[in-house]
């Protein structure tokens, strides 16, 4: 399939605005005669002219070409039967063109790109595009070959820094889009606000589709190490107010936003920023001008959801489609011409299941060396485990396999922090089971079994907290458990509130011992916290070895974000761990494995 290579007018359309980089007025999407024209773009009553066109949008593609889970080193596959893979969308990317006609389809991202997978680590850590003619980045080749149009930036593109996102922008055909996405010292867009493509209408007057995109401002302190003191990231909503009006005043008949920015209102880091980290319902209430933003970051499955603004009371349509390229969103837009101008008349959206189609051929072909090559270095063998450990019952038992997680963080941290001042301090670890499918055989371990332990891109943290700060730490992460009167049976299955909070959400933490009443209300569940054999002392100091994600207020724990950091480092957890195993050779389950926490109601155990 040739690259559909986008072309940009030579000039900026930045019109009063007296901001570098404030965009660029997009081409045709596509060249004439390049496609042959459908029925789709222009139809009429009478002397009415109409025109109609479709947005397809995907989000939080995490890294994901092929059909393939690199952790189980098989096709994918989860309880709905669900597929994932750029290749999968492009099938349905060409079925949708096929209908509509190709000049009258834009296809966008809402962002989260090039971290996830295996394939996306290799390409950042392992054989890196920023060295010198380093390979071209997987997501690259293949969104360069679908023909994107534009594609938003994800708060997971910064994970591996700036120096891999900026090769990545420039291996792309399409502009990474981020208006509040800012320059530390100038203030003004770090990346392009937006891009305007123009639609080719059969009536002699051209559509102009601005899209705007917005990134999500967690990135501040989710990548403090990668982006503090040279890039801030301010809130959608008055970023968003103050480039809508531009681009209607440079002559936007419509206007898309492309948000990593899920619509709950909520934000996991609470108050720890003055922006909003869920925003895109509120960008659509409280921004006029807007027809319709595509969501990101949340995960989750939105086929459609209107909010209607409250200054025009016109309805704003949004929608997410599930993550790795699971959905396709299509935004159909039905525009007319009234006084002198096109008028977006209606829209509607919809998704499309990737299952439902087999991968094109052309994209799987294009990137499947690079796949061989990552396939081959995740099943390397780097040492040995003396016991099999998996991770089925870690979200209500203490699991060895937590415990090794928790084992390799306490002995960096205690490494990093000798010949310091803290290195006296007792060094606790927190650890939730990420994986419930994550499993360490007996005997040889590979590098995508040690991985998979930690399927996340977290790094890890050192930070200080008193007994009591621990105390009202472990009493947060026991929201987890339903409510369990004493007596009759227990459904496991029924014994967390993992459908509100993921299991990444609960913590254990080591160095600890006690016991979680479930029988109790939340917020009096812990007892019998120890710490060496005797009762934990509030007044205590402890160093704390917790995941970046977690120290900037993931999860909205208690006391954590606002701890003293002793000492942090730039490497994924996943990475360290599979470092301890090259070094160690052997993973000798019982230096670690102990029951130190367990679930009780009203005192007796659980299990």
Not at 264 to 272: C, L
Not at 285 to 314: F, M, S, W
Not at 394 to 399: F, G, R
Not at 458 to 481: C, I
Request: overall charge positive.
């Amino acid at each position: 399939m040739p690259l559909n290579r986008r072309r940009f007018l030579g000039r900026t359309a930045a019109t009063g605005a007296g901001v570098a980089l404030a965009g660029a007025a997009g081409a045709a999407p596509a060249a004439a005669g390049e496609e042959p024209f459908a029925g789709h773009g222009g139809h009429g009553h009478g002397r009415t002219r109409r025109y109609a066109f479709t947005v397809m949008g995907t989000t939080d593609l995490h890294g994901n070409v092929f059909n393939w889970d690199y952790f189980t080193d098989a096709e994918f596959d989860d309880k709905a039967h669900n597929d994932v893979g750029l290749a999968k969308i492009s099938t349905l990317v060409k079925q949708v063109r096929k209908e509509k006609g190709r000049r009258n389809t834009l296809l966008i991202d809402a962002g989260d790109t090039i971290q996830g997978t295996q394939l996306a680590y290799y390409y950042a850590r392992v054989e890196p595009i920023t060295r010198a003619h380093g390979p071209v980045h997987p997501m690259a080749s293949a969104m360069n070959a679908m023909g994107y149009d534009a594609a938003a930036l994800g708060n997971h593109e910064f994970n591996y820094g700036i120096p891999v996102l900026r090769k990545f922008e420039k291996q792309c055909d399409f502009p990474l889009l981020g208006a509040n996405a800012l320059d530390a010292k100038t203030m003004r867009p770090a990346f392009r606000p937006y891009v305007i493509k123009r639609m080719r209408t059969p009536h002699g007057r051209d559509v102009r589709v601005a899209i705007l995109g917005l990134t999500n401002p967690g990135i501040a302190i989710w990548d403090k190490a990668n982006v503090q003191g040279k890039m801030v990231f301010p809130g959608l909503e008055e970023q968003a107010a103050k480039w809508v009006p531009r681009l209607r005043s440079m002559g936007a008949d419509v206007v898309i936003v492309s948000a990593h920015s899920g619509s709950s209102g909520t934000s996991s880091y609470g108050d720890a920023l003055p922006y909003v980290e869920n925003a895109a319902a509120l960008v659509a209430e409280k921004v006029p001008g807007i027809d319709a933003i595509l969501v990101g970051h949340a995960h989750v499955e939105v086929p459609e959801y209107r909010v209607v603004n409250k200054e025009t009371g016109r309805p704003v349509v949004l929608s997410e489609p599930l993550k790795w390229g699971q959905r396709l969103t299509l935004f159909d837009f039905d525009l007319v011409w009234e006084k002198g101008g096109w008028r977006v008349e209606s829209v509607a959206s919809k998704v499309l299941n990737s299952n439902t189609v087999e991968e094109d051929a052309s994209i799987t072909a294009l990137v499947r060396g690079q796949h061989r090559k990552v396939v081959a270095y995740v099943n390397q063998r780097i040492g040995t485990s003396t016991a099999a450990m998996n991770a089925a019952e870690a979200p209500y038992k203490d699991t060895p396999i937590i415990d090794f997680i928790n084992h390799v963080q306490a002995e960096t941290v205690r490494a990093a922090l000798k010949g310091t001042a803290y290195a006296s301090l007792p060094v606790l670890s927190q650890a939730s089971c990420f994986s419930r499918t994550a499993a360490v055989p007996a005997g040889q371990v590979s590098v995508r079994q040690v991985a998979g332990l930690y399927p996340f891109e977290n790094t890890l943290e050192a930070r200080v907290l008193t007994g009591a700060q621990l105390r009202e730490y472990l009493e947060f992460s026991a929201r987890y458990y339903v409510r369990t009167p004493a007596g009759g049976p227990v459904d496991p299955a029924k014994l967390t509130n993992a459908e509100n909070i993921p299991d990444y959400n609960y913590d254990v933490v080591s160095g600890l011992s006690y016991e979680i009443d479930v029988a109790k209300a939340p917020g009096a569940r812990v007892g019998k916290l120890l710490f060496d054999g005797k009762p934990l002392d509030d007044s205590a100091q402890f160093v704390l070895a917790v995941n970046n994600y977690r120290a900037s207020g993931g999860g909205n724990f208690p006391h954590v974000a606002r701890a003293k950091q002793v000492w942090a480092n730039s490497e994924e957890i996943r990475n360290t761990i599979i470092s301890w195993v090259k070094a160690q050779q052997v993973i000798d389950v019982s230096r670690f494995a102990s029951v130190d926490w367990k679930l009780t109601r009203d005192g007796v155990p659980l299990f």
